[in-house]
Every structure is written in C-alpha cells, then in structure tokens.
C-alpha cells in the first residue's frame, strides 16, 4: 500500500510563489509516479503536473510551476512561482504507480489537501 501525504501550502500574494510536497511512503527505494491536482470551490478537479519518466505540465500552468524529485525519488516537490488568484485551491498528489527495479506496481493513492491561497 502506497499512504501519500502533501503539505506546503499557505497564504501569499500575486506574484509570489510556494512550493509544495508531496511525500509517498510504502516502497523505499522505489520511484513513485506522481500527479498534482487542484480544485477550487465550485469547480472540477484540474488536472496540474505529473512527474514519471518525464513530466507533463497544464497548459495554466506551464512556465510557472515546476514538478521535481529529491535524489532519493521519492519526496516530488511543486515549485510555483508567479501565482495569481486563478492558481488558489486545495492541491492534491496522486501516487498513480511505483517502479521497485524491474517491477511496476500501479496505485490510485491520494493525498488529503494542502491549500493554497493567493490574494491580490
């Protein structure tokens, strides 16, 4: 079983920037593949970056945030940089899979919310 906890999130200005963890447990040693999602009240569940053999990005956010890895491959981090009152909202990380080695092991392991709130 893969628990996924993300944390980071807080009050700032337009402008500013936060970043934001997303940290996978359950296969030490394993990278875990994972993706941001967002959603503000009132609206759907956006999809925000993923981090795999590569990364994806939404075109909202692309050129401001950025998806990363600790050297370990397990903690992912969100750069955000350049928010704005569009980008406010509770921000979750889903574990979607783990390579161990020459293994792939799939999950659907969600976060609780970290929320984000930028004011002008």
């Known amino acids: 079983v893969v628990y996924v906890t993300a944390s980071g999130g807080g009050s700032v200005q337009a402008g500013g920037s936060l970043r934001l963890s997303c940290a996978p447990s359950?296969?030490?040693?394993?990278?875990?593949?994972v993706r941001w999602y967002r959603q503000a009240p009132g609206k759907e569940r956006e999809f925000v970056a993923k981090?795999?053999?590569?990364?994806e990005y939404a075109d909202s956010v692309k050129g401001r945030f950025t998806v990363s890895r600790d050297s370990g491959q397990d903690t992912v981090w969100l750069q955000m940089t350049n928010l704005s009152a569009a980008d406010s909202g509770t921000y979750l990380c889903?574990?979607?899979?783990?390579?161990?080695?020459?293994?792939?092991?799939?999950?659907?392991?969600w976060s609780r919310g970290t929320l984000v709130n930028v004011s002008s």
């Open positions: 889903m574990c979607e899979g783990v390579q161990c080695r020459d293994r792939y092991h799939n999950f659907w392991s």
């Open positions: 359950g296969f030490a040693g394993c990278r875990y593949d």
């Open positions: 981090i795999a053999g590569d990364t």
